[in-house]
């Protein structure tokens, strides 16, 4: 029963291509990767607004590009506005992942901690790069606090440098562990109520299907909140790259 629970994260793959003059090396297309090819066609197809007058689901767009471009505004000012693109493709991403993944029989790829921590190793490295690139050595003042004592400096920058690098894992983990969590309690309550209505308890069964409801609509709000949480702070991360602090 416990490994039932888990089956829906089983990553399967669809397509596998062998190379023989590679050896071993093969390359796979998995359910996966067909999750994340399918959510980029839908952003192609849907997400569009080419009319005047908005239809309801070119307001919805319209809603989302207004609160990511304040999201950006806020935290980068007008030097950071070359960001606003980048952040407003990543909620899309992220969010629509989320969202599909509460579908019965569609694969998350975001409840994958190598999905979500490869994600945030990249925009790490991304904001490495561009800060070292925009400031030079100034950069490397991010690790060691001004005013601090320099007998403390060995210290000090050991820590930032820690605190630094444990970006990427906090930003990864945050999403796949709210987003697993929610999967396994779906799981364990739809194992439930389908135990009590094969036993005749058909009644009582009302009660978990009540509980099921009301957590569908919560882990809706969660999909779209963990993705906002997930790109607000990598705007708060680009901030590096356009001002020390």
């Given at each position: 029963?416990?490994?039932?629970?888990?089956?829906?994260?089983?990553?399967?793959?669809?397509?596998?291509?062998?190379?023989?003059?590679?050896?071993?090396?093969?390359?796979?297309?998995?359910?996966?990767?067909?999750?994340?090819l399918s959510v980029i066609t839908v952003f192609w197809l849907l997400f569009k607004g080419e009319r005047?007058?908005?239809?309801?689901?070119?307001?919805?767009?319209?809603?989302?590009?207004?609160?990511?471009r304040t999201m950006v505004r806020d935290n980068l000012g007008k030097e950071g506005a070359k960001y606003?693109?980048?952040?407003?493709?990543?909620?899309?991403?992220?969010?629509?992942?989320?969202?599909?993944?509460?579908?019965?029989?569609?694969?998350?790829?975001?409840?994958?901690?190598?999905?979500?921590?490869?994600?945030?190793?990249?925009?790490?490295?991304?904001?490495?790069?561009?800060?070292?690139?925009?400031?030079?050595?100034?950069?490397?003042?991010?690790?060691?606090?001004?005013?601090?004592?320099?007998?403390?400096?060995?210290?000090?920058?050991?820590?930032?440098?820690?605190?630094?690098?444990?970006?990427?894992?906090?930003?990864?983990?945050?999403?796949?562990?709210?987003?697993?969590?929610?999967?396994?309690?779906?799981?364990?309550?739809?194992?439930?109520?389908?135990?009590?209505?094969?036993?005749?308890?058909?009644?009582?069964?009302?009660?978990?299907?009540?509980?099921?409801?009301?957590?569908?609509?919560?882990?809706?709000?969660?999909?779209?909140?963990?993705?906002?949480?997930?790109?607000?702070?990598t705007t708060i991360y680009l901030g590096d790259t356009v001002a020390l602090h």
């Amino acid at each position: 029963m416990t490994a039932a629970y888990f089956d829906q994260f089983n990553i399967v793959s669809l397509i596998t291509i062998r190379a023989p003059f590679l050896g071993d090396f093969a390359v796979s297309f998995t359910n996966s990767s067909l999750m994340m090819l399918s959510v980029i066609t839908v952003f192609w197809l849907l997400f569009k607004g080419e009319r005047i007058i908005p239809t309801r689901w070119q307001l919805v767009i319209e809603l989302i590009h207004s609160v990511i471009r304040t999201m950006v505004r806020d935290n980068l000012g007008k030097e950071g506005a070359k960001y606003f693109p980048f952040v407003l493709c990543l909620f899309i991403f992220i969010v629509l992942l989320n969202v599909f993944g509460l579908f019965p029989y569609v694969f998350t790829p975001t409840v994958h901690i190598i999905v979500t921590f490869g994600l945030s190793l990249s925009i790490l490295i991304g904001v490495t790069i561009i800060g070292l690139f925009n400031f030079r050595t100034n950069f490397m003042s991010l690790f060691m606090p001004g005013g601090a004592p320099l007998a403390l400096a060995p210290f000090l920058v050991l820590i930032e440098t820690i605190s630094y690098m444990s970006r990427a894992i906090s930003l990864g983990v945050r999403l796949a562990a709210n987003l697993s969590a929610g999967h396994l309690l779906f799981a364990i309550l739809s194992g439930f109520t389908f135990d009590m209505l094969t036993n005749g308890l058909a009644l009582l069964s009302i009660f978990p299907m009540l509980i099921m409801i009301f957590i569908t609509l919560l882990e809706m709000a969660v999909a779209i909140i963990q993705a906002y949480v997930f790109c607000l702070l990598t705007t708060i991360y680009l901030g590096d790259t356009v001002a020390l602090h």
